[in-house]
């Protein structure tokens, strides 16, 4: 029983010094953030969609700060940081999706958002991308001012979370 203790012990730290010791972090969270890399810096993402919902600009960048504050360890600077996210809201739009037998009535209509997202990478420049990100979520009926929110950050955090990964877990 004593040898089983032992030989686990001995894996896990292994184990934790081979991560260690790699040219980058690994975490728990999924993502990779290169060595060297301790600062972020997130511009405010200007909404210039036809159709402007007024809080998606806010909520969209307060809503990115926080998955990186939350999954990584970089802490968030105003200017020149190792990595840096900007961009625009370049389409938010609902539309029909399914129409109601008989009837010209949406039964089922889309939200969708799309981000266009520049980022940096001063410690990798191989890493750097601009792309746009498009997520949508369908819903029944005619939008109320309260689900066009609740869609609206359901939305935003998996356009986050895309953004995440593309930046930190290469996918």
């Not at 890399?37 to 600009?57: D, G, H, R, W």
């Not at 926080?66 to 200017?79: A, G, H, T, Y």
């Not at 990100?133 to 029944?140: C, G, I, P, V």
């Not at 009926?141 to 309260?146: K, P, V």
Request: overall charge negative; charged content about 20%.
């Amino acid at each position: 029983m004593l040898s089983r203790r032992i030989l686990y012990s001995f894996l896990t730290t292994a184990f934790l010094f081979i991560m260690n010791s790699c040219g980058v972090k690994y975490g728990f969270t999924g993502g990779s953030i290169p060595e060297g890399m301790k600062t972020v810096n997130i511009q405010y993402f200007e909404n210039i969609a036809p159709l402007v919902y007024p809080t998606l600009s806010q909520n969209f960048t307060e809503a990115l700060k926080e998955r990186i504050r939350n999954q990584s360890r970089l802490s968030q600077v105003n200017q020149d940081g190792d990595a840096t996210f900007e961009g625009f809201i370049t389409d938010y739009t609902i539309s029909p999706a399914a129409v109601e037998a008989g009837t010209d009535r949406a039964a089922m209509n889309r939200m969708t958002i799309t981000i266009k997202v520049s980022y940096h990478n001063k410690i990798n420049p191989k890493d750097d991308f601009e792309q746009p990100f498009t997520r949508f979520k369908e819903f029944a009926g005619n939008l109320q001012s309260a689900q066009e929110e609740t869609l609206g950050k359901e939305i935003i955090q998996m356009l986050t979370e895309d953004i995440y990964n593309k930046a930190f877990a290469n996918w």
